[in-house]
């Protein structure tokens, strides 16, 4: 299985910040064939199920604000929120679709002070 | 819009069989793929398995041969069914659409399991 780690764990920070955080997988999600990073980013807010933000590492899904950028390429990839929102309060989850089983990280848990 | 409801009980004893209901609406289930993941406490996501537009299924292997994922497309309906559970199945199942890339979820089920 792909293992999939994710850091930091929690990150508190202010509205207006802006905020990265990190998610390394233990092989390469790049398929050769298609040319694409078989990572996607999922943001749960508290009571809710998770959404969808961003596929292919780096493609938003629409409606998504353009503040959240996805980036990086074969096994380290980054979430950005450009400036934090007092909404944007939620776990961040990264999940790779390159192999099966599909697997998760453990998530990000971002607390606006 | 597609939209997927969770039904199921909230509480289920230990060696039983654990059953939940996905139910679709707004696309029909004989397109596409239909996910079960669960989320522990502690919030480790799991990936169960899928059932596919044909009636196709995977499984994650590490849930062996206690998984079976089913479907009733005059319902529009696909099932979870779990077996010999114990206290490490207590988490929140939710099901969504979609093979790999999982674009709807429905709102999810706590599931608790003790004696």
């Known amino acids: 299985d792909i293992v999939m780690t994710q850091s930091p764990s929690s990150l508190a920070v202010s509205a207006g910040d802006k905020v990265t955080m990190s998610c390394k997988s233990s092989?390469?999600?790049?398929?050769?064939?298609?040319?694409?990073?078989?990572l996607s980013w999922f943001q749960q807010k508290p009571g809710q199920s998770p959404k969808l933000l961003i596929s292919?590492?780096?493609t938003r899904e629409t409606g998504v604000p353009d503040r959240f950028i996805g980036s990086g390429s074969g096994t380290d990839f980054t979430l950005t929120i450009s400036s934090v929102q007092a909404e944007d309060l939620a776990v961040y989850y990264c999940?790779?679709?390159?192999?099966?089983?599909?697997?998760f990280g453990s998530g990000t848990k971002l607390e606006i002070k | 819009e597609v939209q997927l409801q969770e039904s199921g009980p909230g509480l289920v004893k230990p060696s039983q069989s654990l059953s939940l209901t996905c139910s679709v609406t707004?696309?029909?289930?004989?397109?596409?793929?239909w996910g079960w993941i669960r989320k522990f406490p502690g919030n480790k996501m799991e990936w169960m398995g899928y059932?596919?537009?044909?009636?196709?299924?995977s499984y994650n292997p590490s849930l062996k041969s206690r998984i079976s994922i089913t479907r009733d497309t005059s319902k529009n309906q696909f099932f979870l069914q779990l077996n010999s559970v114990t206290t490490e199945d207590t988490a929140t199942y939710y099901c969504?659409?979609?093979?790999?890339?999982?674009?709807?979820w429905g709102q999810g089920v706590m599931v608790t399991v003790s004696s």
């Open positions: 092989q390469s999600l790049l398929s050769s064939e298609y040319q694409g990073n078989y």
């Open positions: 969504a659409r979609s093979l790999t890339i999982f674009d709807y």
């Open positions: 292919l590492a780096s």
């Open positions: 707004g696309y029909s289930i004989t397109s596409n793929y």
């Open positions: 059932i596919s537009y044909s009636g196709s299924t």
């Open positions: 999940e790779q679709y390159y192999s099966y089983p599909l697997t």
